[in-house]
């Protein structure tokens, strides 16, 4: 009988805390446990439409109304979680109909396409997460697809100011409307609102026909001024019943994270080819550390150099080259440095120790 019952949890896409197995991929969240913060740091990033902790955005129409910070505030998280992503009001603002305030996550299609949203057989998906509160009353969020013509809206109540509570909300899978499948694209977007205006409210516990995350009268956090909304251990799974909250092991989410963005500081990357095409300029192709999700946009910041079998060179110059489908797995390089041989293969490395920092970005 134990044995029946275990399967049949697991059947269910139970992550265990004892002796079942871990379920790959239950979570179609990465980064749940906010303990990834590529860009940061940990540093406060003031909200302007723009990534926070690694795969959540801040949505923010108009500038400087809150910050988002890894541990902000230096809250005790919740039992077993060691990160929460803190948003901090910078104001009392009162939202236009509108304006757009949320923290939110893209899914990937290849990681959503089980749901089979859109069709007759959709499955129902349960969300399940961690929040706390300077503000108590009624809050709201929202699922929707890469068309932004589907959506569902959903509210929760924070009971308690300043105390962390479990909220879980179970959503109906949607049989209409077009949701992309098994592709490198946007699958489904998960919204969290701070303060959203009125154009984008919809009706709760309800599919919307309509870009919708946010319900009337929902409590906005940015019209509060230094109010803060803390949230950890976000989980979406297949299913009806919110299992326990599992995380990755840190490399396992890590390397997940780094499909949708890479960063190189210091002297971490290793050039596996290089070509000396004139005396003043080389090429080098960089490896990468996994498969991002697609073609890159790359982007550099101070002096980062390339030293090319003891020439060390600056970088002038950077793009998407290889890869096949949406697996791409290396980059180029462009450097000038002065004393190279035309036509040698070297090696070499991404040098980036003094100032320089590199940064690829292949977010949804």
């Known amino acids: 009988m134990a044995i029946n019952r275990n399967l049949s949890i697991l059947a269910q896409g139970a992550s265990s805390t004892g002796n079942l197995l871990n379920y790959t991929g239950a979570n179609k969240i990465i980064n749940g446990d906010m303990a990834i913060d590529q860009r940061n740091a940990g540093a406060s990033v003031t909200a302007a439409s723009n990534y926070t902790l690694d795969r959540w955005f801040a949505g923010s129409t108009v500038a400087s109304k809150f910050t988002c910070q890894q541990n902000a505030a230096a809250v005790t998280p919740p039992v077993g979680f060691a990160n929460y992503l803190g948003v901090t009001s910078s104001s009392a603002y009162s939202s236009a109909a509108g304006d757009i305030f949320n923290v939110q996550q893209s899914i990937e299609g290849f990681n ?154 210091g002297t971490n990357a290793i050039v596996s080819l290089a070509y000396q095409l004139s005396s003043t300029q080389g090429y080098a192709v960089i490896k990468l550390p996994v498969s991002l999700r697609g073609a890159a946009t790359i982007a550099y910041t101070g002096t980062p150099k390339m030293d090319f079998a003891g020439y060390s060179g600056s970088i002038n110059g950077m793009s998407q080259a290889g890869g096949y489908g949406p697996m791409f797995d290396t980059q180029w390089i462009y450097a000038t440095s002065t004393g190279l041989a035309a036509g040698s293969g070297v090696s070499g490395t991404l040098n980036c120790a003094s100032d320089g920092v590199v940064t690829l970005s292949a977010e949804l």
């Open 112 to 265: 959503f396409a089980d749901a089979n949203f859109g069709t007759a057989n959709a499955r129902a998906v349960t969300l399940s997460f961690w929040v706390r509160s300077s503000l108590t009353g009624t809050f709201a969020g929202g699922l929707r697809n890469s068309a932004a013509n589907r959506s569902y809206v959903f509210n929760y109540t924070i009971s308690d100011a300043n105390t962390w509570e479990q909220k879980t909300v179970t959503i109906a899978g949607d049989t209409s409307g077009t949701w992309i499948g098994a592709t490198n694209g946007i699958g489904a977007t998960l919204l969290f609102d701070i303060g959203t205006g009125s154009t984008y409210a919809g009706t709760a516990s309800a599919w919307n026909a309509s870009n919708v995350f946010t319900s009337s009268g929902a409590t906005k956090v940015v019209a509060t001024n230094a109010a803060t909304w803390y949230v950890t251990g976000v989980k979406l799974e297949i299913g009806t019943v919110a299992t326990p909250f599992v995380p990755d092991d840190y490399g396992v989410s890590f390397q997940k994270c780094q499909r949708y963005f890479v960063k190189w500081s």
